[in-house]
């Protein structure tokens, strides 16, 4: 069956960065786009960028553009997000999905990896 185990959160400081890591597996991970999203406390969860299946195309929303980086190694079946100068905002759980398509809905989700940005 579909599995995405994300990892990679933790208690970080302000300014510091973090790589996300979501494994794949059981579905052609190749063919399908993937995307993050954000949930922080208390809020709904929210999309930060979306990949297209090779990797060529990528998209962030507007809050997410400069810091967030997508990106996803094939061979390994894992779509990562990179997140530079982290802020206390950046507190939330972050979850990848797999997309049902480019601009669908998540088919599939992973349990999510808690990131905790505070001094």
């Known amino acids: 069956q579909v599995q995405l185990v994300e990892s990679g959160g933790g208690l970080v400081q302000p300014g510091e960065s973090l790589r996300l890591s979501c494994a794949a597996s059981g579905f052609a991970f190749s063919d399908v786009a993937m995307a993050w999203y954000r949930q922080p406390p208390g809020k709904e969860r929210e999309l930060v960028a979306r990949?297209?299946?090779?990797?060529?195309?990528?998209r962030y929303e507007d809050s997410f553009e400069g810091r967030f980086t997508i990106s996803r190694d094939n061979a390994k079946g894992t779509v990562y997000l990179q997140i530079d100068n982290l802020k206390p905002e950046d507190t939330g759980v972050y979850y990848c999905?797999?997309?049902?398509?480019?601009?669908?809905?998540?088919?599939?989700w992973g349990q999510g990896t808690q990131v905790t940005v505070s001094s």
């Open positions: 990949i297209r299946n090779l990797g060529l195309t990528t």
């Open positions: 999905c797999r997309l049902r398509n480019w601009r669908g809905a998540c088919d599939d």
